[in-house]
């Protein structure tokens, strides 16, 4: 299902718990289908985020690994000066996405959204709260050109909270002219090279059987 908030039904909807409910529902849905096989959770930037939250808030939930794309985790700076325009969610007021057009489902995006976004980010305190992360195999895929998610807080990040076991691979610049970094999805945002390097280290991660959780 596509997160609240992100299509038109739901756009005014937003919230963190909202998120954590539909990973948690889309989560048992795959727990079915793999009747017992391993299950991965992949996610992208926010998606990757809340994969992350939701393994540290159901550890009963049995998951293999996780597969993140850019998370979301640490947010560089300059993006905090959002977050003083959310109480004007109540007045109705969106904000354009930053992606190219043809990886947006809508056009905009409501404070609602980017409040949830920023409760979530919130949340990754660097306390060694989220050590127990280390029992799940993960493998985090970011480049250092990034425009929105800061590679050195999120290194900080994993070194306070004691995560040692998670592997993390820096992707290449892509180098077509205007290119919007954040993106690391697909063989036209990673390039070639970067390409290889991400299914080869998703691949790596995910010897059996695959359900992923993508959001």
Not at 188 to 207: D, F
Request: charged residues 20%.
């Amino acid at each position: 299902p596509t997160l609240s908030g992100h299509e038109a039904e739901s756009f005014y909807n937003a919230s963190l718990e909202s998120w954590d409910s539909q990973l948690l529902s889309t989560y048992k849905k795959a727990s079915e289908i793999a009747d017992g096989g391993a299950i991965y959770c992949l996610g992208f930037s926010l998606g990757g985020a809340l994969c992350t939250r939701f393994a540290k808030l159901h550890p009963e939930m049995k998951l293999s690994g996780l597969i993140l794309l850019a998370p979301a985790l640490k947010l560089k700076g300059y993006l905090w000066v959002g977050k003083l325009i959310t109480p004007l969610k109540v007045l109705g007021v969106s904000l354009p996405g930053i992606s190219p057009k043809e990886y947006k489902k809508l056009p905009s995006l409501s404070l609602y959204t980017y409040s949830a976004l920023y409760s979530l980010c919130g949340s990754f305190e660097n306390d060694g709260s989220f050590a127990e992360l280390n029992r799940i195999p993960a493998t985090l895929f970011i480049r250092d050109e990034d425009e929105l998610v800061s590679v050195s807080k999120e290194k900080q990040w994993l070194s306070d909270n004691h995560i040692d076991s998670w592997k993390l691979v820096m992707l290449p610049e892509n180098p077509e002219p205007h290119a919007y970094q954040h993106l690391v999805i697909d063989r036209k945002t990673l390039g070639e090279e970067g390409w290889k390097i991400e299914l080869t280290g998703s691949i790596n991660l995910c010897k059996y059987i695959l359900y992923i959780c993508y959001i």
